[in-house]
């Protein structure tokens, strides 16, 4: 007595996916799953130890390092403090998550810094697609999303500049009064 709905050919022909945890005699994929006849090509069982140059993050759950890692996001400044008590935490919390996400956008706001006080800004323009943006969506009528930030950075941008140059002639005029009451005195 068989069920045409849980009969597993039946399903696995309507629900994609459907059988990756049968016997693996059954499992759709199994031929994809078999080691090559000629090996894997490695000639280890586990990789060599990579040699550390900056400080590498690990999980509170594993108490050795990986053996191969990145380094390209070398821990430093808030977000590399950030990092750090992210790590102490374990993967089950979310509070671990969400500060290393946080962590990642303080690290993004001080590379910019960073490139701002070097002379080293960016290409917003080009770095968020607006140009593309700007010749595949002109028919549409409406200003595209990417422009909002880059409006609202300059917006800003002017602010800063223009009160920048405010205080410079204040500070000139100050200076030149002042001398001039020196003259006096």
């Known amino acids: 007595m068989t069920n045409p709905d849980f009969d597993s050919i039946a399903l696995a022909r309507r629900i994609p996916g459907w059988g990756a945890d049968l016997r693996p005699e059954n499992r759709p994929g199994v031929p994809k799953e078999k080691v090559p006849d000629n090996g894997t090509g490695a000639h280890w069982e586990q990789p060599e130890q990579q040699i550390t140059s900056v400080r590498i993050f690990k999980t509170i759950e594993r108490p050795e390092v990986t053996p191969v ?76 999303r990417g422009w909002y930030p880059v409006i609202a950075v300059g917006i800003v941008g002017l602010f800063a500049a223009s009160r920048a140059v405010h205080q410079q002639k204040e500070k000139k005029r100050f200076a030149t009064f002042s001398d001039e009451f020196k003259k006096v005195a």
């Open 69 to 144: 890692f990145g380094t390209t996001c070398a821990p430093k400044g808030l977000s590399g403090v950030m990092r750090t008590a992210a790590y102490r935490l374990g993967e089950g919390k979310i509070s671990r998550w969400v500060t290393l996400l946080l962590a990642d956008r303080v690290d993004m706001f001080e590379s910019i810094l960073l490139d701002v006080i070097k002379g080293r800004a960016g290409n917003p323009f080009s770095e968020m697609g607006l140009g593309t943006e700007f010749r595949n969506r002109r028919e549409k009528g409406f200003m595209p």
